[in-house]
Each structure stands twice: as structure tokens, then as C-alpha cells.
């Protein structure tokens, strides 16, 4: 059997991201992937004869650090690019438009009560930024250097000013909703902002506790949480990380699944050996990373006759049901949206916070939305290669879709919901229908089964409070360490979250060098 210093499963963002900084400190790193091409969600796929896409879209937040240590630039990244404004579609080309610094298409008391907003908004994420990018203390702990990373949480807080900081902690758990209400008289902008708080997860303008706190995540990464598509899209960030990890020595082999990781001793000494892969190949490691989410990890690849019962349960707990699905449209010609001159931003389409709730409720009984709500991005404007010249792509989040269809996802519940979202599509871009040369609908079942992600979840686990920092996805694993020694995570149900940030790679990674 090849032996390695360290075997990663999975080429995502962040298993590549891990691979590249364990390799650069000399360790023999084996990155091991599924699909015939490294990215995860961010990989590329040709979705009809020359036309494709990622299923990831644009990124909001990938560390500018993990950039310029890794390199990327030499292999074809540019963080730089322009952002795309932030479009919420109104009726008849009465538009909200938004960037960081300005908002147009509202009243004069909006435009003041957004520069407000902002200000508070980058004011508390600054104050959280540099924890996102570290591994957060075990709940307990009294080891010196994890006392002081609480300590200089609560400095940072601290020095916020006793007003902003009791404003901190008020508005961190608020429903996206109540914040919307204080701030805003526009439905179309209080939906255009409460839809970074919710995408993603099981959570609605209602919902308590979290979503403000998700808006501090997602501007994290130093761009005021604007997207960006970078050069190359996504699968181009993707291709830079496998090219750094592979200029750092790390081994990558696509299309080779894991069956099961190898542990050998009993409850009182076990420890990670390796992996075997589908076909019964083994490979022999010191230590295994899994960038797969939690469940998959312990349930599929370890095995319960491993864990304990309490950590069992603590992971059957995780609520991991994804609520967003993905069509790709395959078009003829550029599409035309009334009351823009190009389809250059990202687009929504959510016209107000009622909307968002009730096709949450829908999705929370199993249903889909007779009105969906959906983000919006025609990549090949920004892009070249992804279709043929004079044709383009349409890519879209749909917000909400259940994993699990009252049903059940058969072709006339497809078709059903693809007729649903072209109607819906037509009804802001007049003649679209008639451009469509083929429509890909991803369900969450769809991505869990061809990306190997447990209910489709775009951040493997729910982003909620009582699963994230030192509690993320559980205690036992939220420092990147399993309760297997030699075992640990790096992927998007590790600290801090989802999202094409890098973060939970590069944490893991220091984890295991310190």
C-alpha cells in the first residue's frame, strides 16, 4: 500500500484549499475525488452541447489572504474583478439597485436609512472578521491560547462602544424581518437585503436567530458582501487551488471514491489508518481530513460502531435538508429584462418579504412554490467559453425547493416546476421562453446524489446558532479534530460555514500543523 502523510476526501474548494497549505509545509498530501474533475459546487459542468455552468455562481467572501498565500494569481485567479450590483426586479422595470455604497429606485428616506444600515453592517463584521479565519476554542477549554482567542473576541466587541456593542448583540439574533421593518419603507429593497441572510438554509424573513449573524459571515470577506464573478467563473478558482495544491507537492486523483475510511483498535484505542476506495484499492495515511459533510463523514465513511452513542445522536441531529435548487437555461440569443439595458448584475426575483415566507411555507410541507423566488446571474456576459458566440447562459438559485417532494421528485414533478420558473422568468424578461434551447433543473436530491452532499445542503449543515463557532457542526468535532484520533474535518459543516470562502480548509490545515 502507498502511504501518506495525509489523505484528503474530496477536491472542493476547501479540501484543496487544506491540501495545498499541508503540502507546502512538506507533507505528502493525496487528495482524493469522486468526480472526474476537482471543484465540488464550484466545478464546471456542460450542461447542453457547448453551453455550461457552475452550480456555485459567484463568490462574495473568498479570503483575499488565502489568495495571496496560496498564490493564485499565478495560476489564473484575479479576486478583482468588477462586482455585479444587486438587482431587485420590480413590475413593469421599476427596479431596486444596489452596491455597497449606493441604492437607487427608492425614496430619499431609504437612501439615508441604507447608508445607516451599512455603516452598522460592515461595523460588526469587522468586529467578528478575523475569527472567521481561525479555529474557535472547545467549549471548557482552559488551554492559554484559547482563552485569549475569547478574550480578544470580547475586546473586539468591547470596543465597539457600549452603544454599538448592546446594538451588536441585539441585532445579531434578530428575524430578518424585524431588522428590514426598522430600516426600510421599500418592500422590494427590504427583500433585495433579507436575501443574503436567508439563502441557503431552512430559514425565512420569520425565522429567529440566525440570519443577521449570516449577513456578518458573508461580508467577511473584505468585498462589503458584493458578488464577484472571478476570471474564469468559479471553476476557474477551482482550477488555481488544485494548481497551488499541486505546486505544493500535493497528489490529486479524480474519479476515485472512498468507500469507507480504515480505523483499526477498539473503543479504548482506535485510530485512522487510511482509506479504501470503491473497488476495495487501500491507502495508507497518518492522519485522514474529510472535506464531506458531517453525515456522510461519520455515518458513511467511519461507521456508528465508531462513535459513541451521544456523538451519534449529536449528528443525526444535524439538520442538513438543502431548500435550493439550480436551473441552467441553454440560450439562443442575450436576454432582454424590461427596464435594464443589459442583464450584467445579479439579478432577484422576491418583491417582498411576504413572498420569501410563503414559499418557505410551502417548502416546509413538502411543496413548491406556486410564486417562486430566485437569484439570477447571466454568467457569459462576464464569462467567454461558456456558450457558443451570440448565445448565452442563464443561471439561477431557487429559493425554496425541498430535498424531499410531497410525491416525490419524478419527471412530472420536474417538469412541473421548470415550467413554473420559466413562466415566472417570462414574466420579467418578455420572449425568454423563446430563447431557451435546453433548461437543466438541479433539485436538492439531484445534488446530493451527484455531488455526494447529504440533502443537497449548500453548507452541508444548517448555519444556525446552535451549530455554528465553537459548536460547529457539534462539540467533539468543532475544532477540525474528530473524537477518531487521526481523523479530522475541513469542509463547509466545519467552522466557520458554506460559502466559496476557503476557510475551513485553511483552518483545518493549521490545526494540523500546530
Not at 74 to 98: C, E, S
Not at 101 to 112: C, E, K, P, Y
Request: glycine fraction near 12%; proline fraction near 5%.
Amino acid at each position: 500500500m502507498d502511504r501518506f502523510d495525509t489523505v484528503i476526501i474530496g477536491a472542493g474548494h476547501n479540501g484543496l484549499t487544506c491540501a495545498a497549505y499541508l503540502a507546502r509545509k512538506g507533507q505528502r498530501v493525496l487528495v482524493l475525488e469522486a468526480a472526474e474533475q476537482p471543484g465540488g459546487l464550484a466545478a464546471g459542468r456542460e450542461f447542453h452541447p457547448g453551453f455550461r455552468a457552475s452550480v456555485a455562481h459567484s463568490e462574495y467572501q473568498f479570503a483575499p489572504a488565502i489568495a495571496r498565500e496560496l498564490g493564485l494569481e499565478r495560476h489564473g485567479y484575479r479576486g478583482d474583478t468588477a462586482a455585479l450590483a444587486t438587482i431587485g426586479l420590480g413590475a413593469a422595470g421599476a427596479h431596486v439597485t444596489l452596491t455597497p455604497g449606493t441604492v437607487d429606485g427608492v425614496s430619499d428616506a431609504d437612501r439615508a436609512s441604507y447608508r445607516r444600515y451599512r455603516d452598522a453592517l460592515e461595523t460588526f463584521s469587522r468586529a467578528l472578521a478575523p475569527f472567521w479565519l481561525q479555529a474557535m476554542p472547545a467549549i471548557g477549554s482552559r488551554r492559554p491560547g484559547e482563552l485569549l482567542t475569547f478574550a480578544r473576541l470580547g475586546l473586539r466587541l468591547r470596543r465597539l462602544g457600549r452603544e454599538d456593542m448592546l446594538e451588536f448583540f441585539r441585532v445579531a439574533t434578530l428575524p430578518m424581518r424585524d431588522l428590514m421593518d426598522e430600516y426600510f419603507e421599500s418592500d422590494l429593497l427590504k427583500a433585495a437585503l433579507a436575501w443574503d441572510g436567508v439563502i441557503g438554509g431552512r430559514l425565512a424573513p420569520r425565522s429567529p436567530n440566525q440570519s443577521v449573524l449570516q449577513l456578518f459571515y458573508r461580508h467577511a470577506g473584505g468585498q462589503g458582501g458584493a458578488h464577484r464573478i472571478p476570471a474564469g467563473g468559479l471553476a476557474g478558482l477551482a482550477g488555481a487551488l488544485a494548481g497551488a495544491a499541486r505546486e505544493a507537492g500535493a497528489t490529486l486523483r479524480t474519479g476515485a471514491p472512498v468507500e469507507r475510511i480504515l480505523i483499526e483498535g477498539d473503543e479504548q484505542g482506535q485510530r485512522v489508518t487510511g482509506v479504501v476506495l470503491d473497488g476495495g484499492e487501500q491507502i495508507s495515511a497518518g492522519r485522514v481530513v474529510s472535506s464531506a459533510d458531517p453525515r456522510r463523514t461519520f455515518f458513511d465513511l467511519v461507521g456508528t460502531r465508531h462513535l459513541d452513542i451521544e456523538f451519534t445522536n449529536r449528528i443525526r441531529r444535524l439538520r442538513c435538508e438543502g431548500y435550493v435548487a439550480k436551473l441552467h437555461l441553454a440560450l439562443a440569443a442575450e436576454p432582454s429584462f424590461t427596464g435594464l439595458a443589459r442583464a450584467d448584475g445579479r439579478l432577484l426575483i422576491a418583491p417582498d418579504l411576504d413572498a420569501i415566507e410563503f414559499a418557505f411555507d410551502d417548502a416546509k410541507y413538502g411543496e413548491c412554490s406556486k410564486n417562486p423566488v430566485m437569484e439570477v446571474v447571466v454568467p457569459s456576459l462576464h464569462q467567454s467559453g461558456l456558450a457558443p458566440a451570440g448565445q448565452h447562459v442563464l443561471s439561477a438559485h431557487v429559493m425554496y425547493v425541498p430535498a424531499t417532494l410531497k410525491g416525490g421528485w419524478n419527471d412530472a414533478a420536474r417538469a412541473a416546476l421548470t415550467e413554473r420558473l420559466l413562466a415566472t422568468l417570462e414574466g420579467y424578461a418578455p420572449g425568454l421562453r423563446e430563447q431557451v434551447l435546453h433548461a437543466e433543473l438541479l433539485t436538492p436530491d439531484d445534488l446530493e446524489r451527484e455531488y455526494r452532499v447529504t440533502g443537497g445542503h449548500w453548507h452541508h449543515t444548517e448555519f444556525a446558532i446552535d451549530q455554528l463557532l465553537m459548536m460547529r457542526p457539534t462539540y467533539g468535532a468543532a475544532q477540525y479534530a474528530t473524537p477518531i484520533p487521526g481523523l479530522y474535518l475541513c469542509g463547509a459543516g466545519s467552522h466557520p460555514g458554506g460559502g466559496i470562502t476557503g476557510a475551513p480548509g485553511h483552518n483545518a490545515a493549521k490545526v494540523i500543523l500546530s
